[in-house]
């Protein structure tokens, strides 16, 4: 079946300029979360939905962060006012939360770069 | 809070050879999970090996298997018979059992090149 997908998969902005990064997850999967990587960094955790509720959005960096998800599909984490420093890969997962094991499955990332 | 650790920035291993790489973290809790993930330069995370920490017995998938050793916090990653497609970074990761998000913490990765 289908896995988890993105778009775009590059993104090049402006400094200053608002961008939206899409997540398709896969069917039936009723969490979704969103990491960010950073050039040689590791994954760090942003926001997590359970259905369309965002029970935590701990990790967003700033209030130019933001989220949503439309049931238990579509989400689209946007960036306001994007500077340098958000220049990054943007990684969505979802996984079946009814499951005992929880597996995330990753889609291939957004490349975002703030020129 | 739990944090992940990898020493190792880079690792190189010729094909066919065994390669291991490590990972230690820190937590106060006694269940959780850990997970080897694999990322080429595509980009897609693929899971390689999942552990739970209450099973003694080591993970193996095929040429993966682990070295938990819960009491040192240590979690390592051994390759055996290392193929020219295993060249990736490679993440450690631990996420708590039970918690209100299982959410995954990273560490930093080792980026194996495996040599012909």
């Known amino acids: 079946g289908a896995g988890v997908s993105q778009s775009p998969s590059n993104k090049v902005t402006e400094k200053g300029k608002d961008v939206e990064l899409r997540c398709d997850p896969i069917s039936g999967h009723t969490a979704l979360y969103w990491y960010r990587q950073r050039l040689g960094q590791g994954l760090e955790f942003l926001i997590y939905?359970?259905?369309?509720?965002?029970?935590?959005k701990s990790g967003l960096p700033s209030d130019r962060f933001s989220a949503e998800r439309t049931g238990e599909s579509v989400s689209t984490l946007t960036i306001q006012r994007t500077q340098q420093e958000d220049s990054a890969v943007y990684l969505c997962a979802s996984s079946f939360v009814a499951s005992g094991s929880r597996e995330q499955y990753f889609g291939p990332g957004t490349r975002l770069t703030v020129t | 809070a739990q944090t992940v650790t990898q020493s190792q920035p880079e690792m190189s291993v010729q094909e066919a050879e065994t390669v291991t790489l490590s990972c230690t973290y820190d937590t106060s809790e006694s269940d959780y999970y850990l997970f080897w993930y694999k990322q080429p330069p595509s980009r897609q995370m693929i899971l390689v090996i999942r552990?739970?920490?209450?099973?003694?017995q080591n993970a193996t998938e095929n040429r993966f298997s682990v070295n938990f050793q819960k009491a040192a916090k240590s979690f390592s990653l051994k390759i055996s018979d290392s193929q020219l497609g295993d060249a990736a970074m490679y993440f450690c990761a631990y996420r708590s059992v039970g918690g209100a998000t299982n959410k995954l913490i990273f560490g930093t990765g080792t980026l194996l090149a495996v040599q012909p």
């Open positions: 552990q739970e920490a209450y099973k003694q």
């Open positions: 939905f359970q259905g369309n509720s965002a029970p935590d």
